[in-house]
């Protein structure tokens, strides 16, 4: 897969990835699989991910100013 700003090829990774949820509150999503260029910051989510993703964040309590949750596919 190549990114889509610069052209590099991208590699699959496991990433920890920060989610602002309010103006108040950011969720850290630890072990997300995505895909990630070595050459500039890009980084992609495929579909079934970012859907987890928005099913993740949807049960999150935004009263705590920041959240860590573990992907768990």
Partial sequence: MKCHICGNEMTKVVADLPFKISNSTIVIIKGLPVYQCGKCPEYL??????????KIL?????SAELEIVKFAA
């Fill in 45 to 54: 989510l495929k579909d079934e991910v970012m859907e987890s993703v928005d």
């Fill in 58 to 62: 949807a049960k999150v309590n935004g």
